[in-house]
């Protein structure tokens, strides 16, 4: 037993020598500049199909204090202004979330440049920077049609200098053309102390470009901003919605075949979800107006009569419209030749829309999203309904054209249409009737 718990000792006693060598098998790497730098990510987040305008962001890094105190040495290194440029083209669009999936939303995000480089460092210790968003170069001059948030976060980077001493000779740690007295930087930190949203909350990260190329691909010092845009009429309270050019989304019905009916009302329902991204620019309802030809009627009669009173709205020209909640499904009616008409419905918002079966009609819907038009989708048969889900309101024109076609064969028999055929048969007829009595006459008078 004695000799067992000799043992026993003498392997613990070697794991603990083992595990006190560990630092120094794992000592700084040679050049600890080549991985201790620090960038700015700019996200741009926007919904989906929307055309943001080409944009820059400035940003100021400020000097805060050194070696944990708020004195400002005059050889203090000051980084200054930072811009990041969006032009549309140079964004990159990852399938990776910076905040979880996030349905309907495009992100994109472009790295500054490397704040520390070519920094000569005046001596060792520990200097203190304050990141923020200042402004950007691009104005909102028609909040009716277009809003962007700004980032409100901040950030703490520190930056730790140390200098080459002889321990650092003495390992091999001085990297070719440095020597002893030589400063480099040992670390960077970085902590957000407050939110895009401005809310304060601690957040430690990792500054560094790229990120580590495994699980990010961006420096965490992120500032975040959302645009969001409409298109449509120039004046959302006095639009033309006679004017294709004015509109944003129109669901049109068309009723065809020889046995359709131009004055049946379908019923049908659709939900508009809207983009999310800023809870400013987000309206109470949308306008949608019944369109027939030139003419703008009063949708009462597209609505069942109880809900005339909540959604029904008058504009500044007197013309009345719909009042078409978000997110919540409305039930209206169309006629042949009608058309219910959205003006303002923001760039990403997608919609789903269902018509109801009508006997004997074979249903058909077609959709066009900025401008490109899709196959059509058709009910499973005759008297069944048909519908679409997550359609996008995309930057040009964007649709829904309904058709249902009521089509009966008719009975067997005469008809007007085949007549001319059975008359060419019946005077075929005659004629060799003619030509047998005629020929039968004669063999008799030969006899």
């Given amino acids: 037993m004695k000799k067992i718990a000799r043992i026993m000792l003498a392997a613990i006693l070697a794991m603990t020598l083992s595990l006190g060598m560990v630092p120094a098998a794992h000592a700084d790497p040679v050049d600890p500049t080549t991985i201790n730098t620090a960038a700015i990510t700019k996200v741009l987040?926007?919904?989906?199909?929307?055309?943001?305008?080409?944009?820059?962001?400035?940003?100021?890094?400020?000097?805060?204090?050194?070696?944990?105190?708020?004195?400002?040495?005059?050889?203090?290194?000051?980084?200054?202004?930072?811009?990041?440029?969006?032009?549309?083209?140079?964004?990159?669009?990852?399938?990776?979330?910076?905040?979880?999936?996030?349905?309907?939303?495009?992100?994109?995000?472009?790295?500054?440049?490397?704040?520390?480089?070519?920094?000569?460092?005046?001596?060792?210790?520990?200097?203190?920077?304050?990141?923020?968003?200042?402004?950007?170069?691009?104005?909102?001059?028609?909040?009716?049609?277009?809003?962007?948030?700004?980032?409100?976060?901040?950030?703490?980077?520190?930056?730790?200098?140390?200098?080459?001493?002889?321990?650092?000779?003495?390992?091999?740690?001085?990297?070719?053309?440095?020597?002893?007295?030589?400063?480099?930087?040992?670390?960077?930190?970085?902590?957000?102390?407050?939110?895009?949203?401005?809310?304060?909350?601690?957040?430690?990260?990792?500054?560094?470009?790229?990120?580590?190329?495994?699980?990010?691909?961006?420096s965490d010092m992120i500032f975040t901003n959302k645009y969001v845009k409409t298109n449509g009429a120039d004046d959302p309270d006095d639009p033309d919605p006679t004017d294709p050019g004015d509109s944003t989304l129109n669901i049109t019905k068309t009723v065809a075949g020889d046995m359709g009916s131009i004055v049946l009302p379908f019923d049908f329902t659709i939900t508009v979800n809207v983009p999310t991204l800023i809870p400013s620019y987000q309206l109470d309802t949308y306008k949608a107006y019944l369109v027939a030809g030139n003419n703008v009627l009063d949708p009462s009669v597209a609505i069942d009569a109880s809900l005339v009173a909540t959604l029904v709205g008058t504009d500044s020209s007197g013309m009345k419209y719909l009042k078409i909640a978000?997110?919540?499904?409305?039930?209206?009616?169309?006629?042949?030749?009608?058309?219910?008409?959205?003006?303002?419905?923001?760039?990403?918002?997608?919609?789903?829309?269902?018509?109801?079966?009508?006997?004997?009609?074979?249903?058909?819907?077609?959709?066009?999203?900025?401008?490109?038009?899709?196959?059509?989708?058709?009910?499973?048969?005759?008297?069944?309904?048909?519908?679409?889900?997550?359609?996008?309101?995309?930057?040009?024109?964007?649709?829904?054209?309904?058709?249902?076609?009521?089509?009966?064969?008719?009975?067997?028999g005469l008809t007007l249409e085949n007549l001319p055929f059975y008359l060419m048969v019946l005077l075929a007829l005659g004629a060799l009737v003619v030509f047998v009595v005629a020929k039968r006459r004669k063999r008799q008078e030969e006899e």
């Fill in 326 to 412: 978000p997110f919540t499904a409305v039930a209206f009616k169309l006629t042949h030749g009608q058309s219910l008409v959205f003006i303002n419905t923001p760039v990403g918002t997608n919609y789903s829309i269902s018509e109801a079966g009508v006997d004997r009609y074979t249903a058909s819907v077609r959709v066009t999203t900025n401008n490109v038009q899709g196959g059509p989708t058709n009910g499973t048969a005759a008297g069944t309904g048909v519908s679409i889900t997550g359609a996008l309101v995309g930057e040009a024109l964007n649709k829904a054209d309904f058709t249902n076609t009521f089509d009966l064969t008719p009975p067997s």
């Fill in 45 to 218: 987040k926007v919904p989906v199909g929307t055309d943001y305008p080409a944009m820059t962001f400035e940003f100021e890094v400020e000097r805060v204090g050194f070696n944990d105190t708020t004195n400002i040495p005059a050889n203090f290194p000051q980084i200054g202004t930072v811009f990041i440029a969006f032009d549309g083209a140079t964004a990159t669009s990852r399938t990776e979330a910076l905040e979880g999936t996030v349905a309907g939303v495009s992100t994109y995000y472009l790295e500054s440049h490397e704040l520390l480089a070519a920094i000569n460092w005046p001596t060792a210790g520990k200097y203190e920077y304050k990141v923020t968003e200042v402004d950007t170069n691009y104005t909102i001059l028609d909040p009716l049609h277009e809003a962007m948030e700004l980032s409100l976060a901040e950030y703490s980077l520190s930056v730790y200098v140390r200098e080459y001493n002889a321990d650092d000779a003495a390992a091999g740690r001085i990297p070719a053309g440095k020597s002893i007295g030589d400063r480099y930087i040992y670390a960077v930190g970085m902590i957000r102390v407050v939110s895009d949203d401005g809310v304060p909350g601690y957040f430690k990260g990792d500054p560094t470009p790229g990120g580590n190329q495994v699980t990010t691909f961006y």
